[in-house]
């Protein structure tokens, strides 16, 4: 509890408050998310509470609330209804123990350090992934929206559906009407930027609604909630279950981590503070293993009700706290509340949360930007709107690596020259007036040699040669990009010396760092590149070795 020491008793009373005005956030939230993620209301309130604690507890940031997310709603949903059926008790069950793994899974990223896996998910692949979760969410609750039922894995599947069964046989027009009035709740404070939530809002005028009109009858409502806090429910769950959430639970920690690390860095920085990603990472894992074990589902940091926090007058996780005890002093005291609750509101709640995850200005910003990321964004949208949430994790990883290998697979690459006016060795292309070395070619790879684009530096040295009209007898590679070399890279390189070498010129490298010339001399080039083939700066390189070309010997 690092953020006891130094607390100061004139923040008591501002976290005391903040406490108070983010649980008009948290119950409506809870119970939304949980039912995003085909789970009873109560599951979301226990996923709510105990993770607040712990995090309190453990975690690093100053203040960072924890608890259910949108994001995370149709994964959860994707790994455990072909398990269990939506609601049951089996379900929740399962839903803890998913948890349970992601939490195991961060704490032994946490152990080794693994934070930077996070970097796995550039963010063009973000944004296309969230935008794909936004649809995804939308359309999963659309129905309970209309007062209707429709059934559909992906989102398009189930829009689809949605538009047959209302030419059919229309909608529930009390459910349509809470729920649009719902939404319109929710948006008039961002509008009109007041710092009240509008989920607040929005459950106590629709619950009045329901109450005062006696429109428990027509319209689905949450009912009441069990009254007590927090107990395990891992019951009744089998090897093959465990199995095959195992999978799963390590694609939703990666994003639980990502998204986790991003606002509390975001945060820290806005008070010139850093944040130890390994110790967020252990706290976030103790976090999910608690709710896990606790009724609750895997949970992450929220970035709505983080600010909320924040503008409420929040110094310290003592504000989480208060949250939390206050949340359960809901549910064991007055449970009976959400009797009037429909669920059209929530449905909304999760709708307006969904269309947050959506960032207009970055998309557009990228599609001016690059183009070529911007259909990766794309991708990612299409495979998690059309092939599944999960799968979407995948295709997500996997585009940014595939990403990645571009990159590295076909580097920028230049041919340097000499500018008497500018210290330095520069590149052509940009600089037309700089002047070749006599009887040098100099040239740059800006990235590391792997068996992917050892053929490529190859091929670009020999089209210098080969374009080359002056007599070369050196070729100065300004090695300084060149970070790492494996053994099928090496080969190209053996190959090209030799190709060199039958054309008279010999290879040789600047500003070479120290590993990966040990890697040259560990694959057994000592002789082929001996200690005369390697120089501290492209300056001495040139130095010397037009003083050989003029007649002089090297030093």
């Given amino acids: 509890m690092s953020w006891v020491r130094g607390y100061d008793r004139d923040w008591i009373r501002h976290d005391l ?33 105990v993770p607040l ?13 924890l608890g259910p997310d949108s994001a995370l709603a149709p994964m959860i949903a994707a790994a455990v209804l072909p398990l269990a059926g939506a609601g049951s008790p089996r379900a929740i069950a399962l839903a803890g123990l998913l948890a349970v793994f992601i939490g195991v899974y961060l704490l032994l990223a946490a152990l080794f350090r693994l934070g930077a896996l996070t970097g796995l998910l550039s963010g063009p692949i973000r944004l296309g992934y969230l935008g794909g979760i936004a649809l995804t969410v939308a359309a999963n609750q ?16 189930r829009l689809a559906v949605v538009v047959g069964v209302v030419a059919d046989r229309g909608v529930n027009v009390v459910a349509f009407l809470l729920g649009l009035g719902s939404l319109v709740l929710i948006a008039a404070p961002r509008v009109l930027r007041w710092k009240v939530p509008g989920a607040l809002f929005a459950v106590v ?17 949450v009912g009441r909630l069990p009254q007590g806090l927090p107990l395990p429910q891992l019951a009744g769950i089998t090897l093959p279950d465990a199995l095959g959430l195992l999978a799963p639970a390590a694609g939703i920690a990666l994003m639980v981590f990502a998204d986790t690390s991003v606002l509390s860095q975001s945060l820290a920085s806005r ?7 390994t110790r967020e990472m252990a706290a976030l894992g103790a976090a999910n293993f608690a709710t896990g074990l606790f009724g609750g589902f895997p949970v992450s940091v929220s970035s709505s009700r983080t600010p909320v926090a924040i503008d409420a007058g929040g110094r ?11 949340v359960a002093v809901f549910m064991a005291a007055v449970p009976g509340l959400t009797v009037y609750l429909p669920t059209a509101t929530l449905a909304a709640v999760v709708i307006g949360a969904a269309f947050a995850l959506v960032d207009p200005r970055a998309i557009t910003r990228l599609w001016r930007m690059s183009r070529g990321e ?22 997500a990883v996997a585009l940014s690596l595939l990403d990645f290998i571009r990159q590295a697979w076909n580097p920028y690459r230049a041919e340097l020259g000499d500018r008497p006016d500018v210290p330095g ?66 080969d190209e390189v053996v190959l090209l010396d030799d190709w060199l070498d039958a054309h008279g010129i010999e290879l040789v490298f600047a500003e070479l760092k120290g590993p990966v010339k040990d890697k040259l001399l560990q694959f057994g080039t000592v002789e082929r590149f001996g200690p005369d083939h390697f120089y501290p700066t492209v300056s001495a390189a040139v130095r010397d070795l037009r003083r050989e070309d003029d007649g002089g010997s090297r030093r």
């Fill in 17 to 49: 408050l903040a406490g108070a005005a983010l649980v008009g956030m948290l119950i409506p939230a809870g119970m939304a998310y949980a039912q995003a993620a085909s789970l009873p209301p109560a599951a979301g309130l226990y996923a709510t509470i």
């Fill in 53 to 65: 604690l712990v995090y309190a507890a453990l975690g690093p940031s100053r203040i960072l609330i």
């Fill in 142 to 157: 659309l129905p309970t929206l209309l007062g209707i039922s429709a059934p559909g894995d992906i989102p398009w599947e």
């Fill in 205 to 221: 005028g629709s619950m009045l609604a329901v109450w005062l009109a006696a429109l428990t009858d027509r319209v689905a409502v």
């Fill in 271 to 277: 008070e010139g503070l850093s944040v130890s990603g």
């Fill in 316 to 326: 310290t996780q003592l504000t989480g706290v208060v949250a939390a005890l206050l």
């Fill in 374 to 395: 911007s259909l990766l964004m794309f991708a990612t949208f299409a495979g998690v709107t059309t092939i599944g949430v999960l799968q979407g994790i995948v295709i």
């Fill in 425 to 490: 060795y520069h590149d052509l292309s940009r600089h037309p007036e700089a002047q070749r070395v006599p009887g040098l070619i100099l040239a740059r790879f800006d990235a590391p040699l792997f068996f992917a684009n050892g053929p490529v530096f190859a091929a670009f040295i020999r089209g210098l040669v080969e374009a080359e009209k002056r007599a070369v007898t050196h070729v100065v590679v300004a090695a300084e990009p060149l970070t790492g070399i494996d053994t099928t890279a090496l």
